[in-house]
Every structure is written in C-alpha cells, then in structure tokens.
C-alpha cells in the first residue's frame, strides 16, 4: 500500500464545475504540499500545509491531521486548470532529512 | 530569476554513454534533490543533500552519482546509461533540512536512452 494515496486517479469536468481532490496518508508528517504539473511541462508547487486551511483565488486546500486526510479544491474550474495535481508529505524521516513522498497525482480534464 | 534552472530540457543517450544532468539554485537553499517520474509510478527520490558536501541515497540510487561541491549546484550523473533510466527528471530544492519548508522545483530534464 502506498504511503500517500490520492482519489480520483483521473477526473473530468465540465467548466465551472466545482472540483475535489483528495490525498489520504499513512505516516507521520511536518507538512502536506499539493503541485501541479501541466502536460509536458514542470512542477509548480500550490500549497504547503501543516494544519487547517489556505486559499490562493480559486484554489482551496484542507488539511484534517486527526484523519490523514487533505483535499484540493478547485471552484469555478476553467479549461486552464487541466494538468496534473500531486499530493505530496514531509517529515523527519530519519534525522536531517527533508523527504517528499508522493501520491501518483490526479489527471484533470476541463473541458469547455 | 531566482528559481532552480536545470539542463539540458531534452537528451537522448545511446546505451553505456555517461551524461550529467545540471541543477543550480540560487535561493541559498540547504536541500536539494533529484526526482525521476515515470507513468503511473509518480516521482522517485534518487539522491538528496542536506547541504554542501554531504550527500544521500534515495529511493533508486542504483545507476546514478552525486556530488554537491557548492551550495548552489547539485549535478546527478549517470555513469553507464540504461534503457530503464529513460524517464523525465526534477530537481528539486527547499530551505530547510527537516520537512516543513515549501519546494522549488526545475523545469525538467526528459531523457531517452536506446
């Protein structure tokens, strides 16, 4: 079983649909970090968190630490926010390490 | 910019060639890692450091070498390049040495062996 576990692996949309992502963990964490990746392109880091809530315009990610569980929110979704979302954790693995773990990310499709 | 600039975008090795893979930051970042992604397996920790002259293995070390001589440049090189190690690699680099920073990542580098 992997460490960090994302739903849906891929998901369509219609624009202007509000969208989930949810990202469950295993172990012990520092910080829950959501990035995007755009077909063919690099990873852009959205988020870090270590508890509760952020928003940045129309993307909201939630953090449940009791329940090892986030969730990446899209409202309004526009054909531009197709790509690739990864949920990813850190902790101290080990001592003076700075490990990221990764979901195996979601595939989200906008369409007009 | 400030950012973490990798190079090249694009190689194609032939089998048993060597080739290193550049990534330089100028955040004065402590962690720097490099990533390989495959389909359907996510992102793979091959080698971090936490700082200059000290290194660490990942997850797939196997096949690569590191060194980070500066603060700034952590080069990932393949010494005998396989047709398993045809993958899109990230570097990536952080703040700090334990969890809780946010990461900077490269554009990254799609090679191909054959």
Redesign the interface.
């Known amino acids: 079983k992997n460490e960090v576990e994302q739903s849906p692996q891929n998901l369509t949309a219609q624009e202007g649909e509000f969208i989930t992502i949810n990202c469950s963990y295993s172990v012990g ?3 829950l ?1 959501w ?1 995007q990746q755009h077909p063919g ?5 959205l988020f ?1 968190l ?1 508890s509760g809530k952020k928003k940045h315009g129309r993307l909201i990610a939630t953090i449940n630490i009791q329940e090892k569980h986030s969730s990446l929110h899209i409202t309004a979704s526009h054909p531009r926010d197709s790509a690739v979302y ?1 949920c ?5 693995y080990g001592g ?5 773990i ?4 979601t595939l989200l499709a906008v369409q007009p | 910019n400030a950012g973490v600039t990798q190079t090249p975008k694009f190689q194609v090795l032939k089998t048993g060639q060597s080739m290193t893979l550049q990534c330089a930051q100028d955040m004065n970042h402590e ?1 720097m ?1 490099w ?1 390989r992604q495959d389909p ?6 091959i080698h ?1 450091s ?1 700082g200059a002259g000290i290194t ?1 293995q ?1 997850e797939v070390p196997n096949g690569y070498n590191v060194s980070r001589s500066t603060t700034e440049d952590f080069p990932l090189r393949l010494l005998s390049a396989a047709p398993s190690q045809t993958s899109v690699y ?1 570097c ?1 680099s ?1 703040y ?13 580098t799609r090679l191909t062996v054959v």
């Open positions: 964490i520092s910080a970090h990035l392109g690099g990873i852009v880091s870090m270590s990864i990813a954790v850190t902790g101290d003076a390490t700075n490990k990221l990764f979901g195996t990310g | 962690y890692s990533y359907g397996m996510g992102l793979r920790l971090y936490v660490d990942g990230f990536a952080s700090g040495r334990v969890g809780g920073y946010g990461y900077t990542f490269g554009s990254g």
